[in-house]
């Protein structure tokens, strides 16, 4: 795949189902024969109810597209898009942890501009973008606030973005960083990232809802 597997190498791996993988809500546990006993144990039923037979066929769907070549196709792409607006980052002079990226996701380091990941956070969300903050490396800010957030590019990706949307979505996360709590920017930007998703819709035949983008 477009990323080394752990699974040989560890003797336990968890995973969720939703987010990159594109399945239902919840998660997994891989481990080897020997560990399964106390696993099964410690899950159910101290932490797992009745089975939603309707939600383990969603994630038999999702596996079995995991299978196809499309979904290696769709994982490259996912690592292209993160390493493009890592880039795009750094050349508009922000802080990119480790520098880069090799898979989907990278993290920010907001401190040299003054600007809290909580802060950050939440003028993205008015401005239509979410984000996660997130501690960086030897953060000298409490967990709630921190100096980053948190990137990722699956949904973009899925939704049939590449290099161009992602050029464009630095640069409107860069007009709002720079602008962090501005009304103005916030509503700009927002109409921006509105118009920006009417174009790469995730289900053809819901564009007749009008609150569908």
């Not at 939703?18 to 919840?26: A, E, I, Q, S, V």
């Not at 979410?130 to 948190?150: E, F, H, M, Q, W």
């Not at 949307?165 to 920017?185: C, F, H, P, R």
Request: hydrophobic share 40%; proline share 6%; net charge positive.
């Amino acid at each position: 795949g477009s990323h080394p597997s752990p699974v040989p190498h560890a003797d336990i791996v968890t995973s969720t189902t939703h987010k990159t993988l594109r399945g239902p809500r919840g998660g997994l546990v891989l481990c080897r024969a020997k560990y399964a006993q106390a696993v099964d144990k410690a899950v159910f039923p101290g932490l797992q109810g009745g089975p939603l037979v309707h939600t383990i066929a969603a994630k038999a769907v999702a596996f079995k597209e995991a299978m196809s070549p499309a979904f290696r196709e769709y994982g490259s792409r996912i690592a292209q898009n993160a390493a493009r607006m890592a880039e795009g980052f750094k050349k508009a002079g922000f802080d990119v942890v480790s520098g880069g990226t090799d898979n989907h996701l990278f993290l920010l380091d907001l401190s040299s501009k003054g600007i809290t990941g909580s802060d950050a956070e939440k003028s993205l969300d008015r401005a239509g973008i979410t984000v996660n903050k997130n501690a960086v490396p030897y953060d000298k800010l409490p967990p709630a606030v921190t100096s980053g957030i948190r990137i990722g590019t699956p949904i973009v990706t899925t939704r049939g973005m590449g290099a161009d949307e992602m050029d464009k979505i630095v640069s409107m996360m860069v007009q709002v960083l720079q602008n962090v709590g501005d009304a103005a920017t916030e509503a700009r930007i927002r109409s921006e990232v509105a118009d920006l998703c009417r174009k790469f819709p995730f289900y053809e035949y819901l564009l007749s809802h009008s609150r569908i983008c």
